[in-house]
């Protein structure tokens, strides 16, 4: 195995707001993480603009759409060899792709399903986003090397987290996580129906809806959370290592 081969991977992810993230202010965020691999969830047009003046800097290989609660992103500083979506809901959909880290194929999965609604029996996500999480989780534990990362709008108390759990996926934050890991809320969010104008309250983040999801062919070494940028969230680190030697 070669030194390359032995080097850990950062995997950061990050649902940068639609817009609370301010452009310049993510760039350098994103510029300074040190991050190898990085999925972002909800940038707009601005922000997508923002992140592809930055890949041509340190992340050359990229897959960004700007489309505000469905936009989504992929920055690698390995090559995209392989790229395809999963529906997650209409236009909502999950940006899978293969990566080539020093020769060996890593399997990144961006999502970020559509949240859970009001019910007459409490909140809960509809039946149409549920199959296709349960999906999304089938599909990444059955590939080798596998990470699946996104804001997934659940707890670790709600049964798909049980259920990934159930399928071989590790949650690299419950494994090796510093600190209490919640991610949500820093600040009033976006909303469809108004405009609140409140964006600038702190709040007190206490749940993590962020996650970094992997295969047991990858062996979480260090996780943690830092405060961002702006948004209502928090981005999520990782520290991967390849649990197994290459194939010969």
């Known amino acids: 195995m070669t030194e390359e081969q032995r080097r850990p991977i950062t995997i950061l992810t990050y649902n940068v707001g639609n817009g609370l993230a301010k452009p310049d202010k993510l760039a350098a965020f994103l510029r300074e993480s040190g991050a190898d691999v990085i999925g972002l969830q909800e940038?707009?047009?601005?922000?997508?603009?923002?992140?592809?003046?930055?890949?041509?800097?340190?992340?050359?290989?990229?897959?960004?759409?700007?489309?505000?609660?469905?936009g989504c992103a992929l920055l690698s500083k390995y090559p995209i060899t392989d790229?395809?979506?999963?529906?997650?809901?209409?236009?909502?959909?999950?940006?899978?792709?293969?990566?080539?880290?020093?020769?060996?194929?890593?399997?990144?999965?961006v999502a970020h399903p559509q949240p859970p609604r009001l019910r007459r029996w409490g909140i809960a996500f509809d039946k149409t986003t549920r199959q296709q999480m349960d999906m999304l989780g089938k599909l990444v534990s059955a590939e080798p090397h596998g990470v699946l990362v996104g804001d997934f709008n659940m707890t670790m108390r709600h049964p798909i987290h049980g259920e990934f759990r159930q399928f071989g996926l590790i949650d690299a934050f419950?494994?090796?996580?510093?600190?209490?890991?919640?991610?949500?809320?820093?600040?009033?969010?976006?909303?469809?129906?108004?405009?609140?104008?409140?964006?600038?309250?702190?709040?007190?983040?206490?749940?993590?809806?962020?996650?970094?999801?992997?295969?047991?062919?990858?062996?979480?070494?260090?996780?943690w959370t830092e405060r961002g940028v702006g948004s209502d969230h928090s981005p999520v680190f990782a520290l991967l290592a390849w649990d197994t030697p290459p194939a010969k």
């Not at 922000?47 to 609660?69: C, D, M, S, T």
């Not at 790229?83 to 999965?109: K, N, S």
């Not at 919640?182 to 469809?192: D, E, I, Q, V």
């Open 43 to 70: 940038n707009d047009a601005e922000q997508a603009e923002a992140l592809e003046q930055i890949a041509a800097e340190g992340y050359p290989h990229r897959v960004i759409h700007g489309e505000g609660f469905d």
């Open 83 to 109: 790229l395809d979506w999963h529906d997650l809901a209409i236009g909502r959909r999950a940006l899978r792709a293969t990566l080539d880290v020093d020769g060996r194929p890593l399997r990144m999965t």
């Open 174 to 223: 419950h494994t090796v996580g510093k600190g209490r890991g919640s991610t949500f809320p820093l600040r009033p969010g976006h909303m469809k129906s108004f405009d609140h104008h409140l964006y600038w309250v702190p709040l007190p983040a206490f749940t993590r809806l962020d996650y970094i999801w992997h295969t047991p062919d990858l062996r979480s070494i260090f996780s």
